[in-house]
């Protein structure tokens, strides 16, 4: 494992391994005890020009190859990741601080993802449509977009790159992937490694590892780029449309969250209980779907609440190779004084701290909240950390209007023993994914992925993505001869 920290810290671009010339290096750090991971010089501008460049030349060709042959690229990478799931979960665990436990989750998905890709190759399917003209045929096929960019985050770096880098490759794109500064190896260059060696051909995906701060918009405005999947906070993801906007480009942006998992009055406590502290501290809280909100009905709060305190007293926080160990350590310290920052804010706003937990550089212990006052910016915010907000609610109504009290739309969960009354619930939430008695954090390859107001733009997974990674062209054939009225 510790050779993909020396082998990969490179630039991928046109099949080659290079480093990048930049006036100066991203240092990649182990979040967890601060080692320094490895040190890449950053890509320049013209790297990414020559890296657009690279995907439109080979484009072409892996456009006309036989999908088939491109389902067998899929596949080899597929059993390159089940080979070397041991590394790979080592370098999640160090490069982002991911338990072990998360670090088989992401790596479950991940080939999940890769198995749908494999197939999507040959799902693209042509039509023959109906004309009012006499002797016309209308064939619509669905064709590759060309040149797809990739913007990963650091959370889930690896799955986050394969969920567009794979069904953008299988249905004949090329792609060039930018992954987060924090996570360059797991979120990058270890995913071109195992399609180099998987033989995807040269140039038709490359990896460059920059900052805004040296290319500025030159990775989204690139002239060659036709769509951008985006993976990040609801800020960059509205300078990005607005950059793709008025390039005439597609984008496809996955958000911010600030999901709720609510506990109706006839809800199982006890399994409530577990999904939501799932739901709320599931990778340190760092993930858009996390519910950042727990709204349960005052007639079963106080239950609710002293066994949900109970269990996140038990969750250990530490070492995330220990395998018992559920709270690793936050990204970098910026992200942890955030997190502390957020639980003196509602501290002084008037909350109550049921669970206070402490820090040690990146490690935050879990925290448990409530009082909150209803109109704090907090309820409204998406809170990437080990922190959760217990709020309690008089009926369906009060829920229903707390949880839409937001501007995000993504994900969310609502417990009750009567499943239809779920459904008519979840339909009532302006959410792009809602789940009845369960947590609030999924991902399956079929299932539209996405979410409504300032959670993104599009959708992923299954026939999404085949929608987002490819376009429609329509070829007219007149059989007989027109006729022209001059």
Known sequence: ???????????????????????????????YDGEKLASITIATVDEV?????????????????????????????????????????????????????????????????LREAAQ??????????????????????????????????????????IKSVAPALALGNAVVLKPHQETPIVGG?????????????????????TDIAETGDAFIDHPLLKVISFTGSDQVGRHIAAVCAANLKRSVLELSGNSALVVLDDADVDYAVAAAVFSRYIHQGQIC????????????????TEKFVAKVKTLRTGDPREPETVIGPLINRSKADAVTGVIDQALAEGAAALVRGGRIDNLVEPSVLTGVPA??????????????FLIPFDGEEEAVRIVNDTPYG???????????????????????????????????????????KSSGMGRLNGEAAIDSFTTLKWISVQHGRSGFPF
Do not use: C
């Open 49 to 113: 020009d020559d890296a657009y460049k690279a995907a439109a030349r080979a484009q072409k060709a892996w456009a006309a190859t036989n999908p088939y042959a491109r389902r067998a690229v899929l596949e080899k990478a597929l059993r390159l990741v089940e080979e070397r799931e041991q590394e790979i979960a080592d370098a999640i665990i160090t490069e982002l601080g991911g338990t072990r436990l998360k670090a088989d989750f992401e790596l479950r998905l991940a080939k999940d993802f």
């Open 410 to 452: 993504l994900s969310g969960a609502v417990h009750t023993g009567d499943i239809e009354r779920g459904v008519s619930f979840a339909k009532r939430i302006e959410t792009g994914m809602f789940h009845v008695n369960d947590g609030t954090v999924h991902d399956e390859p079929l299932v539209p992925f996405g979410g409504e």
């Open 289 to 304: 779907m996390a519910a950042n909100r727990v709204l349960v009905d005052r007639s079963v709060f106080d239950e609710f």
């Open 120 to 161: 999507q190759a040959l799902s693209p399917e042509g039509r023959i449509l109906p004309s009012p003209v006499e002797g016309k045929e209308n064939r619509v096929h669905r064709v590759p977009v060309g040149v797809v960019g990739v913007i990963s985050s650091y959370n889930f770096p690896f799955l986050l790159s």
């Open 189 to 209: 260059s270890l995913v071109a490694k195992i399609f180099e060696d998987a033989g995807l051909p040269g140039g038709l995906l490359n990896v460059v590892i």
């Open 375 to 388: 109109h704090s910016a907090l309820l409204r915010q998406e809170v990437f950390g080990p922190v959760a």
């Open 1 to 31: 494992m510790s050779s993909y920290f020396t082998d990969l810290a490179q630039q991928y671009i046109d099949g080659e391994w290079r480093p990048g010339t930049g006036s100066w290096d991203i240092i990649d750090f182990n979040p």
